[in-house]
């Protein structure tokens, strides 16, 4: 019912640049908060970037900033984050999170997430 697809993932060279999308159905793309999380190899889930429902804000960790942009099209119900002067501590798997309310409920939804290996 319910999914979050993310694509765009894949090895690239200090420097480089990805474009990472997440993909969803199931639920009102709209009417929900995104972001971007990140987990390296025995390491905690980091937030990387979030956008509001409606795409008139944003928030991003310090240690992106400035090098990744987050984006959404609601007509497509998907997100994005494009990933610039990628360094090696970037490495991880990047996974699309929704949340939102559903009448009173808080509702939140994973992705499967993408790898992301910036290596040279």
């Known amino acids: 019912q319910v999914q979050l697809v993310e694509s765009g993932g894949g090895l690239v060279q200090p420097g480089g640049s990805l474009r990472l999308s997440c993909s969803t159905s199931g639920f009102t793309f709209s009417r929900y908060a995104m972001s971007w999380y990140r987990q390296a190899p025995d390491k905690e889930r980091e937030l990387v970037a979030s956008?509001?429902?409606?795409?008139?804000?944003?928030h991003y960790a310090n240690s992106v900033k400035g090098r990744f942009t987050i984006s959404r099209d609601n007509t497509k119900s998907t997100m994005y984050l494009r990933m610039n002067s990628l360094k090696p501590e970037d490495t991880a798997v990047y996974y699309c999170n929704a949340i939102g309310y559903e009448v009173s409920t808080l509702k939140t939804y994973w992705g499967q997430g993408t790898q992301v290996t910036v290596s040279s």
């Open positions: 956008i509001t429902s409606t795409g008139n804000s944003n």
